[in-house]
């Protein structure tokens, strides 16, 4: 497509409900970043694709976070169990090189997650 | 790894006046550093780049950031900032090299509001 596309945009779920999130990255884009943003918090740096592997997960918060790429193309964060702290943004960002640390990087417009 | 750290959570400059947004960074080598910016409905979009040479890079909409090494220092400027410049701005480090563990991470943000 001719950006990073996100869905739902909008989730409200239920505290222990799981949740997926979606990214479909721009055509082509090699490289694909997850980031949480809370109030205060700035971007956090959840996890990074270079094609379907995922060399950096550090920034999953706990193993209630999952994320899997497959066909080098769409991505999915799975929550499990959501917690109210939770609630946050979900930024995803895809760019055309991997691991350089020198990407551009273009950005979904997120899905605002809320838990009950 | 690498860091950046953002001291300003929120500034109210007028317009017309003068800006600067701060932004320091830690990482061993020289890094890779950028300036976000995250406008309501624009969703975030770089404003400018530092990978090397000139310390003073230009961006769009009339930003510019100088790169300071010996103060690990990547500050914002625009010499006269309009309404529409209120926004969210975060500035981001990554790391050099081709490895898998060189990845992008962002400050926390700092929020920018103008006074007509």
């Known amino acids: 497509g001719a950006g990073v596309s996100q869905s739902p945009s909008n989730k409200v779920t239920e505290k222990g409900k799981d949740v997926e999130l979606r990214c479909d990255p721009i055509s082509g884009h090699t490289a694909l970043y997850w980031y949480r943003q809370s109030l205060g918090q700035g971007l956090e740096f959840l996890i990074y694709?270079?094609?379907?592997?995922?060399?950096?997960k550090s920034g999953l918060p706990s193993d209630r976070f999952s994320a899997e790429r497959t066909g080098g193309s769409v991505s999915t964060l799975t929550i499990q169990r959501t917690q109210q702290e939770d609630s946050a943004v979900y930024l995803c960002?895809?760019?055309?090189?991997?691991?350089?640390?020198?990407?551009?990087?273009?950005f979904g417009s997120g899905t605002q997650l809320s838990v009950l | 790894a690498q860091s950046v750290t953002q001291p300003d959570i929120h500034i109210t400059v007028s317009e017309g006046a003068s800006l600067e947004l701060r932004c320091n960074y830690s990482?061993?080598?020289?890094?890779?550093l950028f300036w976000y910016v995250q406008s309501p409905g624009q969703g975030l979009q770089l404003l400018l780049k530092y990978f090397s040479g000139d310390t003073l890079v230009q961006g769009i909409k009339g930003f510019e950031a100088e790169f300071k090494r010996s103060q690990s220092s990547f500050h914002l400027r625009k010499p006269s900032v309009h309404w529409s410049d209120a926004a969210e701005y975060f500035c981001a480090v990554g790391a050099q090299g081709y490895s898998s563990a060189s990845k992008i991470i962002f400050g926390s943000g700092t929020r920018l509001s103008i006074r007509p």
């Open positions: 960002a895809s760019s055309a090189k991997s691991g350089t640390g020198r990407e551009k990087l273009f």
């Open positions: 694709f270079q094609g379907n592997s995922a060399p950096d």
């Open positions: 990482y061993g080598a020289t890094p890779y």
